[in-house]
């Protein structure tokens, strides 16, 4: 395949503080069997090393670029790649993972076989953070993934979207007309961004192949820094619920969503209530946020109550609004 028709991939890594994983990151791309690549690393305001190993990398390699922004998280990260990059295909990895060495050659190849597709993806292993020859299916490095191969488009994929995501961000490889026809990322997502584009793109009738070939894997760091905030990541799961349910105008898909709706809502509240016990003034301020965020009124109510009224009190409100929240699904969407 490799010919000066062969088309170009851009990779785009966002890298906060990674600089002892990103050399390894790059050595990946760059064992590759597929060579046409350029990697576009954005240091997103890292204060270690990591600038000083992207420009190693780009002194000795001219497909490697870095791009620097004062810290805004990896959602901008990724915009600032994709609006700097020159490929007909688009791969993201993180600072910290790697990719198996043959994804970019099969999976090309799968798009010129079948070139009405518009993301091909894999699933993904996962190993111990120093342990790259013992894979896992699962992050907990236990049990099997959840994480189901979908190749369709429409009804299928966007169904099993709406239940939750079907892949880690580097998984997929896209073809960049995609982003250019149906947007970026959406920067006011810190976490569930990648969720929130897939479904934004089966909604726009995009097609997705399931590429289960050896060797095509994104690979998983998974170490101790990986811990995610619980509570914002509801919060930025909320987010994308309400934002893909004001996009959804067909019955049995609002059907799929209000619960998820509902399910995020009941963990936010209990984080709440939690935050209560031990601090009036975080719980009130967490309340706010999630406020600014959703702009749900059962938040600035609760950003008041939490002020006023005792822990029991509030927990009683929060139940009760949740009751009636679940009756109300039930009498329209069941």
């Given amino acids: 395949m490799e010919n000066q028709h062969a088309p170009l991939i851009s990779v785009i890594i966002p890298c906060y503080n990674y600089g002892k994983y990103l050399g390894a ?15 576009i690393i954005v240091d ?3 204060s270690d090393n990591s600038i000083e190993v992207a420009k190693q990398y780009s002194d000795t390699d001219i497909r490697v670029k870095y791009f620097t922004q004062k810290n805004a998280g990896p959602t901008v990260a990724r915009n600032l790649g994709l609006k700097q990059c020159n490929g007909q295909y688009v791969q993201f990895l993180d600072a910290d993972d790697l990719l198996q060495n043959q994804k970019f050659e099969i999976q090309l190849n799968i ?3 079948n070139p009405s597709t518009d993301i091909v993806y894999s699933k993904a292993k996962y190993f111990a953070s120093e342990n790259t020859h013992q894979l896992f299916d699962h992050l907990d490095l236990k049990s099997v993934s ?10 299928v994929v966007i169904t099993e979207l709406l239940k939750g995501n079907i892949m880690v961000i580097s998984a997929p490889l896209i073809k960049k007309m995609v982003f250019d026809t149906y947007g970026l990322f959406d920067e006011a ?6 969720w929130e584009l897939w479904t934004r793109l089966a909604l726009s009738n995009c097609t ?5 070939t050896d060797n095509t894997r994104p690979l998983i760091r998974v170490h101790d820094s990986y811990s995610k905030d619980n509570f914002n990541m509801f919060v930025y799961g909320l987010m994308v619920c309400l934002k893909i349910n004001k996009d959804l105008h067909i019955r049995k898909y609002k059907k799929i969503m209000m619960p998820k709706i509902a399910y995020h ?7 709440l209530l939690e935050y209560l016990k031990v601090d009036e003034n975080t719980a009130v301020e967490k309340a706010k946020f999630v406020y600014s965020k959703t702009k749900l009124k059962r938040y600035d109510l609760y950003s008041r109550l939490f002020k006023s009224q005792p822990h029991s009190f509030s927990k009683l409100v929060s139940l009760a609004i949740c009751s009636t929240l679940k009756l109300k699904n039930l009498i329209v969407y069941d």
């Fill in 25 to 39: 990151c790059i050595d990946s791309l760059i064992a590759q069997t597929y060579q046409n690549w350029e990697c």
């Fill in 44 to 46: 997103d305001g890292s």
């Fill in 111 to 113: 798009f010129s076989h």
């Fill in 146 to 155: 959840e994480l189901k191969a979908i190749s369709r488009k429409g009804n």
């Fill in 189 to 194: 997502l810190y976490y569930n961004e990648d």
């Fill in 208 to 212: 997705f192949l399931a590429d289960d």
């Fill in 265 to 271: 809502q009941r963990m936010i509240d209990e984080k």
